[in-house]
């Protein structure tokens, strides 16, 4: 039983692995979001759509919430 859990864990963690951005890959959609809502979002509004997505992707264990 022990056996199966530890392959289920590993098998979880490396999809997990597989799956999860970069830091490079965060920062690059974090700027191409910023210039699509500078194209889309009316200009008073866009600092607080910007902020909006910097908090989406603070790491949660960095979140003040």
């Known amino acids: 039983m022990q056996r199966e859990i530890r392959r289920t864990l590993?098998?979880?963690?490396k999809i997990q692995t597989r799956t999860a951005l970069?830091?490079?890959?965060?920062?690059?959609?974090?700027?191409?979001?910023?210039?699509?809502?500078?194209t889309h979002v009316q200009k008073d509004r866009r600092a607080d759509a910007l902020d909006d997505l910097k908090a989406l992707t603070i790491p949660s264990s960095q979140r003040r919430n």
């Open 10 to 13: 590993d098998t979880i963690n």
């Open 22 to 38: 970069t830091q490079a890959e965060v920062e690059y959609l974090q700027a191409r979001m910023a210039d699509v809502l500078k």
